[in-house]
């Protein structure tokens, strides 16, 4: 069971299983920092950015996490003043997202509790985006590689090594679309504008 969701008094309750949801617990703050040490690579380096307040990339990415993200979500441009300000819009809300899961993220036990709509939905993208950056990194996702629908359990071919990086690709995509479900929330397109 990848987790069980409930509404109880208005409030999307989720309880998961404890293994994977330490592997959640110590996940998070490092896609949080890798998306907060991108940013700390911003700067103002124009009258335009300094007017708006809004520091831009200024050396390429590097993260193959990061990137993934970038390419998955943001379309492709020639023009490298156009691609780092959806870069930075980009990340600016994969942090923002993140800052909300990790503020509703419960120090102790296995139970999760998201009390308004925006919670939900940060959540849902976050495990999403956690998945894309994930698979990628792992080489379980990506071009050339066959989807991820296989159930997991004991007759798994554990001994593959892709295997535990499948399995936490296909949890966190379940866990995604048991508390968008659970909700009764449509699925927003994500924006980051």
Same mark, same amino acid.
């Given at each position: 069971m990848a987790v069980k969701c409930s509404i109880v008094d208005d409030e999307l309750v989720a309880e998961f299983d404890s293994t994977m949801f330490k592997w959640l617990r110590?996940?998070?703050?490092?896609y949080r920092e890798l998306i907060q040490g991108r940013l700390d690579e911003y700067r103002e380096y124009?009258?335009?950015?300094?007017?708006?307040s809004l520091p831009?990339?200024?050396?390429?990415?590097?993260?193959?996490? +990061?990137?993934? +993200?970038?390419?998955?979500?943001?379309?492709?441009?020639?023009?490298?003043? +156009?691609r780092g300000w +959806?870069?930075?819009d980009l990340i600016n809300r994969l942090r923002e997202d993140a800052d909300v899961a990790l503020s509703t993220l419960p120090a102790t036990g296995e139970r999760l509790v998201l009390r308004d709509a925006e919670q939900v939905e940060a959540w849902f993208w976050v495990l999403v985006n956690m998945?894309?950056?994930?698979?990628?990194?792992? #080489?379980?996702? #990506?071009?050339?590689r066959p989807p991820i629908?296989?159930?997991?359990?004991k007759t798994?071919?554990?001994s593959d090594p892709l295997t535990p990086a499948r399995f936490a690709v296909w949890w966190l995509q379940n866990v995604a679309d048991a508390l968008r479900k659970a909700s009764g929330q449509p699925l927003p397109e994500y924006s980051y504008y």
């Open positions: 110590a996940s998070l703050p490092r124009d009258w335009l950015c300094e007017r708006l831009l990339p200024v050396t390429p990415l590097d993260s193959t996490m +990061l990137r993934a +993200l970038r390419d998955s979500w943001c379309d492709p441009v020639d023009d490298d003043a +156009l +959806l870069e930075a998945r894309i950056a994930y698979g990628v990194e792992h #080489g379980v996702l #990506g071009p050339g629908d296989e159930h997991f359990d798994a071919d554990w």
